[in-house]
């Protein structure tokens, strides 16, 4: 699936005008494509600066690549043998214009922003039909520590 996508990230006209759109109330997700015959889903996330996810696990495995822009991802693990559900940060990445990145459930606990100065988008291949279940969110976690 990177295979596939990596080609087409920074591609001038690649997405209309409308699906490049983002909100200033908070970031957008626009479904490109789907269908119960594929088995998966394509959209594009758009984040204006400073706009991030709260910390999230997933439905179904995502490969995803930065269009335009940077994003900065951190992920948060569990610690071993903990029964309170404490996160623990576990890492953090800056994904430049191009950057592939890919997960897969368990072990996909992460928060997404736009730490840059302006806009940016990402182009997500999930493995569910996403017109039917809203969102690739599995499961909002409460504010862990490591901010974005
Ligand atoms: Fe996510």
Redesign the pocket.
């Known amino acids: 699936m990177a295979d596939l996508l990596g080609p087409l990230l920074g591609r001038p006209g690649l997405l209309t005008p409308a699906q490049e759109a983002g909100d200033p109330r908070s970031y957008r997700q626009h479904l490109l494509h789907t269908g119960p015959e594929d088995g998966f889903s394509v959209v594009a996330l758009v984040w204006l600066p400073g706009q991030h ?1 709260p910390v ?1 696990d ?1 439905v179904c495995w ?1 490969v995803a690549g930065v269009h335009e822009g940077q994003e900065t991802e951190r992920t948060y693990c569990r610690a071993p043998g903990d029964r309170t559900g404490r996160l623990i940060p576990d890492g953090s990445v800056v994904n430049p214009t191009g950057a592939l990145s890919a997960l897969a459930p368990p072990g996909d606990i ?1 928060r ?1 922003g736009n730490t840059g100065p302006a806009k940016a988008i990402s182009l997500h291949v999930y493995g569910a039909d996403l017109s039917r279940l809203g969102s ?2 599995r499961r909002v976690y409460p504010e862990a520590p490591g901010g974005i």
Do not use: A, F, G, K
Request: include cysteine; aromatic fraction near 0%; glycine fraction near 0%.
């Open positions: 996810t999230h997933h995502c992460h997404v690739s969110i």
